[in-house]
Each structure stands twice: as structure tokens, then as C-alpha cells.
């Protein structure tokens, strides 16, 4: 290939959502998700077997109805769905290993005090798996616990991350730890992905075929590797994020996550935050690691655009329009500053955590794009690009695309979609973080310093 060939190779994800802004669920929305999501290969890396994809995936509401006719079959009871996690778990190929990895989940959980309720062999089609992905493709199970302990829906997903985390710890010495993954654990969404093209994740997964499969919303992602070779656990999305870019900063950022860990605390824990560390893994993609960050400030009770908005801050210096008009955002960001370190991309996000929010926004580079439209039959897209889904111009309400350091969200309970202002106004008049800049912040001046050293090199030393 000549320079200009390869120059002419570009790689960046392909990624997007789809909701409805009535909050039903409906099979039609996985089949658009999955629609859109066929339209990205292109975005997508392969392998040399020009079949294994570097990653796709597609993140959803849990399907109860699918899952409630397989718990009919298997002679199971309906599950009571406000107090059940599902866990999609990738388990180890040896069938000792995977018998052993089972065994420890579910020490854990018991010993946790949740009721494990079976486990669900993921049905797929082998056929449409490309060599190389094959030879490292895990056993793919779901897990079925029931919480007891907790009534609220956020505590029984930070129960459920505290879980998670212990089986982490609990078999990080065996033989088959980086073998064991969790592509989601939850209450209220669930993970389908894997070393796939994008036009072949719906026809592996044969749940998604299946119409009892319904969601009201669902976030799609087909990936192009850049800083980490492909793996079946590093497909997104993530638990939380689907991310196309790179972070740039994730070596800084990873020390500081670090350095945190043993002073970080909130009163939601209850005291286990000894539990939750560490909070990242230098093995893992930069991907990984900014989902495990934004996970973490969203388990500890932060609503997605606040963490969203002290992640992946905005260019809010010198800002014309906040200056003016929205002075508390300013404040917003001055406030964290000190308190998280800006994960900077290039970096699209799109988001859901709360059983009712999905988002997107975009670095303050902006060197990714994202488009997204209104409907008036009430449902909401964001792409990477244009004319994945089929549509009738004539629906379209409203549309437009994210710029540097703007963010969108829709809220599946209300049917509001706010566009980026909107969310940040929110998010700021929230907490009077200009009281409390005020209260806290001490300038420190400068001072007349020696225009040379006074001490020895050696004497500095010591006293550094």
C-alpha cells in the first residue's frame, strides 16, 4: 500500500441508541438497534481471519417475558423481577474451570445472602463465529440471584455491584481469573456482545431473534480496536458507557483513581468501601477503565449527567454562552476540577444507568461524531451517523448533533428529551456549588522567590 492507501484508513467505533420516549418495551426497538447496528461495519475492525470482529454488542433493558418463558420450561417460578440480577457471565472454556468459577460465584452471593435461582445457558449459532474468535470464546451462561435484603432499586444495584466486586477479589489468584467476566450484572439492563462483526451479533445471539425480547431502549456498539488487541470481554458496551475514541489521559487518570483509594467514602456504602478497590485495572482498555470510574460515582448515588459532566468536562473557561447566561455550570466544573481529573478523549458516550436515563455526549475535542433525531410516533436515536434506520423524513421533529462538550438525555419516564444546556443548568442548580467554591477555596499568591538556589543540591533533596 502507498501512503495515500494508507492514509486513507481511518478507524473509529460506530455506536448509538434508540428509546422510546413512552418507556414501553417492544421487540421492534432491539430489531432497529440491531438494524443500525448491521449499517456499522464499516466503523468496525476484523481480524486475519477477516470474520472476527473486534467487538460488538448491544445493551438493553432485561427482557423479563424472554426470560420468565424459559423459567416456565425449566419448571422455575415467575422471577420477581424488582428484586432479581441477571449476570451475563463469560465463563472459563475447560469444564473444570468453569465448574470451579461457578462454584465461587455463587459462594459469593450466598454468602452475601442472595438467593442464586439457576443458571441459563446462553443459546447462540457457532456458525457465524469467525476462526480466531472462536479459539478464545468463552462459555456463555446468565446467573439469576434474588435480593431479599433490600427494597430500593439503587441499593439492590449497588448490592449487586459489591457482588461483582468480591468474586473479583475472590478469584483473582486462580488459574482461570482473566477467563471469568461479568459483561453486566443488574436489576434493570443486561449485555449481549462478543469478538463479532455487527451484522452477526443478532444472528449468534439467538435471544435476539426471539420477539419476547423487549426493551424500551437499547445502546449499540461496534468496535475498532485501537490501544488494546480485541477480547471478548473488552467488546462493548460496557456495563454502563459505549464509548467510541481513546482516552488519551487514562495513564494519569489511573493514578489518581489510585491515589484515591484509600481516603474515598460516602454514607451509601455503609462502610464497605474497602470492598469496592480497586477502582481500575491496568490490564483493562482505557474504555474499561472509564466505565469502572463512571460506575463507581453512579453506585455512590451521582446521577449519569453529573458524572458525565465531571468525567468529561467541557472547554468552560472564557465560554461565551455559560459566562453569561449559566454561571452555575462554571461553577459545576470549578468545583470538581480539584476532585477528578478530566478523562480526555477524543471520546463519544453514550449512557444509561437508572432504570430511566440514556444519554450521549461528547469530549470538549469533539473529534467524534454523533447526529441524533426526534420522531413524533415518540422515539429518540443517536448515531454516529446518519441513515442507519430506515425513516420517514416527514416523523422527524427535531434533530441536530453534538458538538465539543455538549450532551443529550432523554428521560424514558417523563418522554422529555433535554438537549445539552437543559442538562447542565439541572445538574448545576442542583447543589450551590458557588456557596460552597466560596467557602472552600483558598488562592494562594505568589511570593517574591530567589532568583537562584540557596541550598546544595543534596540539602534540596533531603528536604523534598
Not at 472459563?92 to 452471593?109: D, R
Not at 474504555?287 to 458524572?307: F, V
Request: proline fraction near 5%; charged fraction near 25%; aromatic fraction near 10%.
Amino acid at each position: 500500500a502507498d501512503l495515500n492507501d494508507i492514509l486513507a484508513e481511518r478507524g473509529a467505533c460506530g455506536v448509538g441508541f434508540v428509546a422510546n420516549l413512552s418507556n414501553e418495551p417492544s421487540f421492534n426497538v432491539v430489531r432497529d438497534a440491531l438494524t443500525a447496528l448491521g449499517c456499522m461495519e464499516h466503523r468496525g475492525g476484523c481480524g486475519s481471519d477477516n470474520d472476527s470482529g473486534d467487538g460488538a454488542g448491544l445493551m438493553s433493558g432485561i427482557p423479563w417475558d424472554l426470560f420468565d418463558d424459559w423459567a416456565s420450561k425449566e419448571g422455575l417460578a415467575p422471577f420477581e423481577r424488582t428484586h432479581t440480577g441477571v449476570g451475563m457471565v463469560f465463563l472459563p472454556q475447560n469444564e473444570n474451570s468453569m465448574a470451579e468459577a461457578k462454584a465461587a460465584v455463587e459462594k459469593v452471593f450466598t454468602d452475601e445472602g442472595l438467593e442464586v435461582l439457576g443458571w441459563r445457558p446462553v443459546p447462540f449459532n457457532l456458525s457465524v463465529v469467525g476462526r480466531n474468535a472462536k479459539e478464545t470464546m468463552p462459555n456463555i451462561l446468565q446467573i439469576f440471584v434474588r435480593i431479599a435484603k433490600e427494597d430500593d432499586a439503587d441499593d439492590i444495584e449497588r448490592e449487586l455491584y459489591i457482588c461483582r466486586k468480591l468474586i473479583e477479589r475472590a478469584t483473582k489468584s486462580a488459574s482461570w481469573a482473566d477467563e471469568l467476566y461479568f459483561c453486566s450484572l443488574s436489576s434493570r439492563t443486561i449485555i449481549y456482545k462478543g469478538m463479532l462483526r455487527s451484522e452477526v451479533l443478532g444472528q449468534f445471539y439467538l435471544d435476539l431473534k426471539n420477539e419476547l425480547y423487549k426493551s424500551p431502549f437499547a445502546i449499540y456498539h461496534r468496535r475498532f480496536s485501537t490501544n488494546t488487541s480485541p477480547r471478548w470481554p473488552l467488546a462493548q458496551p460496557m456495563r454502563l458507557l459505549g464509548h467510541n475514541g481513546e482516552i488519551n489521559t487514562i495513564q494519569g487518570n489511573l493514578n489518581w483513581m489510585r491515589s484515591r483509594e484509600a481516603t474515598i467514602q460516602s454514607p451509601v456504602w455503609r462502610g464497605r468501601e474497602n470492598e469496592l478497590r480497586p477502582f481500575g485495572d491496568p490490564k483493562a482498555s482505557d474504555s474499561a477503565n472509564l466505565d469502572s470510574a463512571a460506575e463507581l460515582l453512579l453506585r455512590s448515588g451521582r446521577s449519569p449527567a453529573e458524572a458525565m459532566m465531571m468525567l468529561v468536562p467541557e472547554a468552560y473557561k472564557n465560554h461565551p454562552t455559560l459566562s453569561v447566561k449559566y454561571p452555575e455550570v462554571i461553577d459545576f466544573y470549578e468545583y470538581y476540577k480539584g476532585q477528578m481529573e478530566a478523562w480526555d478523549g477524543p471520546a463519544l458516550l453514550l449512557f444509561r444507568y437508572d432504570g430511566r436515563t440514556v444519554g450521549a455526549c461528547l469530549d470538549r475535542n469533539g473529534l467524534r461524531p454523533a447526529r441524533y433525531w426526534k420522531t413524533s410516533d415518540g422515539f429518540v436515536y443517536v448515531a454516529s451517523e446518519v441513515g442507519v434506520i430506515p425513516m420517514d423524513e416527514s416523523k422527524v421533529v427535531m434533530k441536530g448533533r453534538l458538538g465539543p462538550g455538549m450532551m443529550i438525555t432523554v428521560d424514558l419516564e417523563t418522554g422529555q428529551v433535554l438537549e445539552n444546556t437543559e442538562v447542565k443548568k439541572n445538574v448545576a442548580s442542583a447543589k450551590p456549588y458557588g456557596t460552597w467554591l466560596q467557602e472552600s477555596t483558598r488562592s494562594i499568591k505568589p511570593v517574591n522567590f530567589q532568583s537562584s538556589p540557596v541550598m546544595d543540591n543534596e540539602t534540596i533533596l533531603r528536604h523534598q
